[in-house]
């Protein structure tokens, strides 16, 4: 599993034969405009909220590659009603995709579309796969419900939000780590906006002084599981 980081809460997640966009907002970054939205490869396209910052590139890449939305009831029927297909969920669900099993968690935040209309409640998602687990948090905050994880799936990943303001921050972050069971954390959800720009040292240092690793990929930059 190769997962790219495409800005903001962005990312690319590539298994061989599949290609999966996670909450796509570049061409709205200024700092993922090496990007092409054009260029991106995608059969699923994974959506924890209605917030724009996560959705605005859905519509254009779904429309190229016809790609299936995956999202709560609210977003699925949304993105529905311009004509895409999609896969509704719920918190607490799970369905086995053809890449492995998809969980769609809880979040503590808010989710309506740009519009103001109702996006269903926020969450994240928990992937099992031949390759690995990942858990992508979505924009949350710090919550008892993260403890409920490491019950169920044991995590090789965790991709947490740590710009703070709008999210949990870094200090929040370390603990989620601790409450998912996971010391290896893939950092999202910073510097893109004035009000989540972060001291990146400081960042990784936080992690490090608890025994755990924090990645922080420059955007187009990839890891693998
Ligand atoms: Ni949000
Ligand atoms: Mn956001």
């Not at 200024?30 to 209605?50: C, F, G, P, Q, V």
């Not at 910052?53 to 995956?70: F, N, P, Q, S, Y």
């Not at 995709?97 to 769609?104: A, K, L, P």
């Not at 040292?201 to 690793?213: L, R, S, W």
Request: proline share 3%.
């Amino acid at each position: 599993m190769k997962i790219t980081y495409l800005g903001h809460a962005s990312l690319s997640i590539e298994f061989e034969n599949i290609h999966i966009i996670v909450d796509p907002f570049i061409t709205g970054n200024e700092l993922a405009k090496k990007i092409d939205i054009n260029s991106l490869k995608a059969d699923y396209i994974l959506i924890t909220h209605a917030h724009e910052d996560h959705i605005l590139d859905v519509e254009a890449i779904a429309k190229r590659t016809g790609a299936k939305i995956v999202s709560n009831f609210e977003i699925v029927n949304h993105f529905g009603n311009l004509g895409l297909e999609g896969h509704p969920m719920n918190h607490g669900g799970s369905w086995q995709f053809d890449f492995g099993r998809v969980t769609y968690t809880n979040a503590i935040h808010t989710s309506s579309f740009p519009d103001g209309s109702y996006g269903g409640q926020p969450g994240g998602f928990i992937l099992e796969t031949d390759e690995g687990n990942i858990y992508i948090a979505g924009d949350t905050a710090l919550t008892m419900d993260m403890k409920l994880i490491p019950l169920q799936t044991e995590l090789d990943l965790a991709v947490l939000p740590i710009g703070d303001n709008f999210t949990m921050g870094i200090e929040s972050a370390v603990i989620a780590s601790d409450f998912i069971s996971c010391n290896k954390v893939l950092g999202y959800h910073y510097d893109t906006f004035g009000y989540i720009e972060i001291d990146h040292k400081k960042a990784i240092d936080t992690f490090k002084v608890k025994n755990k690793e924090l990645i922080l990929l420059d955007i187009g930059n990839s890891i693998s599981l």
